[in-house]
């Protein structure tokens, strides 16, 4: 294991879990610290500044949701939850309270690894102002931010300006889950928050045109129940 692995926290109170994750993330050159409790993790992420946290929801002393809506107050380290409920609702408030994504227990490690690497890539998009970089490109689709033009295998698309906004917000925020809430918020204002429906009706147009076959597609994946996902290539 390299000294200069990204270095995770996990906030976890099951014992065999905890040595689930220690053992497979040192194994990839990850370094590890963990935490039994809300307030332990508290105390960890404000004197360690860990690179990633993995959060359980099921605290002895307190919810995960909360915990990852009280650490957002003064930091932006990714959240990647951790849990055993499987529950749409529990989704979207565990990533609306700030959580970068969220994998439901019992879950892969190459999944666990490669939802880490998305999460831990944006956050060092965004520490280097990567973020609004003025071309992406994913599987034959082209977004040219200065020139605000759109093109699929080299062909023109031609976006609305509610397409638009709806393709850059999730291009930039490739891999990660976004809910209806956040999407609502970013595009249409917080005023919208709740009109899930407009999200709806306008990522179906948005596929139709940036999509080979809208009904398969391989760019704007739906979370069931929850949001969208932009699908790097």
Same mark, same amino acid.
């Given at each position: ?8 926290? &996990?906030? +976890?109170?099951?014992?065999? *879990? @905890?040595?689930? $994750? %220690?053992? !497979? ?83 892969? &490690?190459? +999944?666990?690894?490669?939802? *880490? @690497?998305?999460? $831990? %890539?944006? !956050? ?91 009904? @398969? ?17």
């Amino acid at each position: 294991m390299s000294d200069a692995g990204p270095l995770v926290l &996990v906030v +976890e109170d099951e014992p065999q *879990m @905890r040595r689930f $994750l %220690r053992a !497979s993330l040192t194994s990839h050159g990850y370094r590890f610290i963990e935490a039994e409790t809300a307030a332990a993790a508290v105390l960890l992420a404000s004197s360690h500044n860990p690179d990633l946290v993995l959060m359980d929801l099921g605290l002895p002393d307190g919810d995960g949701i909360e915990l990852t809506r009280q650490m957002r107050e003064w930091t932006r380290v990714p959240i990647v939850v951790i849990s055993a409920r499987g529950r749409e609702d529990d989704k979207v408030t565990a990533l609306d309270a700030g959580a970068d994504d969220y994998l439901t227990k019992p879950f892969g &490690v190459n +999944e666990l690894l490669a939802r *880490m @690497r998305v999460a $831990l %890539r944006h !956050s060092a998009s965004a520490a280097s102002g990567d973020v609004a970089r003025p071309v992406l490109e994913s599987g034959g689709l082209r977004v040219d931010l200065v020139r605000r033009e759109v093109t699929r295998d080299g062909q023109p698309v031609h976006l609305t300006p509610i397409e638009y906004k709806l393709l850059v917000l999730l291009a930039q925020n490739a891999g990660k889950v976004l809910t209806h809430r956040q999407i609502l918020k970013e595009v249409w204002g917080p005023a919208y928050a709740n009109q899930s429906h407009y999200v709806r009706v306008h990522m179906a147009e948005l596929r139709k045109k940036v999509e080979t076959d809208p009904a @398969r597609p391989r760019h704007i994946v739906t979370e069931q129940g929850v949001g969208y996902r932009f699908r790097e290539e």
